[in-house]
């Protein structure tokens, strides 16, 4: 099937004529999630694209010694590009990249076929092009966690559209009524959630939910909540810090993620293995 959309970059849209792409591509740089290198040496490798933009010499000696220092690969620069390992030929493919001077790079799963060791390499060196060189890094991922330690901005697509959220909390469920006639989603067997009615739409049984981890309130070893609705009890598992907040993930049967400010997480302190009641209020539901 085919996919329509524009391309804008800068704020202007983008004709899709030969012209025109030319001179995005001289400022928007692809490393792919797979790349292939020549086979030749990693200098010359670098060498190609300063090469056919005119760079002289001299010049394209001091980029690429530069560029290779810059992801750690400066002593492989004589080496056979074929005999890398993964991890060290995605760090040549980015240098590659680099060596174009781009304001932008475009990275497909830059860690996805490497080593844990080289993906930690990899995110330090995509968050070193940011800082050192304030060249703008898009790059996409399956790991929501790798993604959100590292990015300012995140986007996430669910079933091919874009979903309100850089967070989990999206489920699938179904809708019913309640013998008050309330408006439910079932997403367990053991949990069921008051939805907003103006999202109900009619002839729509099986839903999908998102769930804002920002909104959701909870209180530590707290059991009196259960008459309260959206209320149920989880054991924490994971904590971690992104950016400007703490990620707790609650196991209440399914994986749900609240999203705490530094100074509320150190208020209320939860830790790994704490019992929490967590409320959902139901403007934080929204249908998918």
């Given at each position: 099937y085919k996919?329509?959309?524009?391309?804008a970059y800068r704020s202007q849209p983008i004709p899709i004529v030969e012209?025109?792409?030319q001179?995005?591509?001289r400022e928007v740089v692809l490393v792919d999630q797979h790349p292939i290198l020549f086979s030749t040496t990693v200098y010359k490798n670098l060498e190609f694209g300063l090469k056919i933009r005119g760079i002289q010499p001299d010049n394209r000696r001091r980029i690429i010694e530069e560029t290779l220092d810059l992801v750690g690969m400066r002593s492989f620069i004589r080496s056979p590009a074929h005999q890398l390992s993964g991890g060290e030929t995605q760090r040549v493919a980015l240098a590659r990249g680099l060596a174009l001077s781009p304001r932008v790079l475009l990275c497909d799963e830059p860690t996805s076929s490497v080593d844990v060791e080289n993906q930690t390499?990899?995110?330090n060196i995509l968050r070193r092009i940011n800082e050192l060189r304030k060249i703008t890094v898009i790059f996409t991922s399956h790991d929501r966690t790798q993604a959100a330690g590292l990015a300012h901005q995140l986007l996430v697509l669910d079933q091919g559209r874009l979903v309100p959220t850089t967070y989990e909390n999206i489920f699938s469920g179904r809708l019913y009524s309640s013998r008050n006639g309330q408006a439910r989603c079932r997403i367990q067997k053991n949990i069921s959630l008051a939805v907003p009615p103006e999202q109900v739409e009619a002839g729509h049984e099986n839903i999908r939910v998102f769930i804002d981890p920002a909104q959701i309130d909870f209180a530590v070893d707290d059991n009196s909540g259960e008459s309260i609705p959206n209320t149920f009890q989880g054991r924490v598992?994971?904590?971690m810090a992104e950016n400007e907040?703490?990620?707790?993930?609650?196991d209440a049967g399914i994986l749900i993620t609240l999203l705490l400010g530094k100074s509320?997480?150190?208020q209320t302190h939860p830790l790994v293995g704490d019992m929490l009641s967590l409320t959902i209020p139901s403007?934080?539901?929204k249908i998918l």
């Open positions: 996919r329509q959309g524009k391309v012209a025109e792409l001179k995005l591509r390499i990899i995110f598992v994971q904590l907040h703490i990620r707790v993930v609650i509320r997480y150190r403007d934080s539901i």
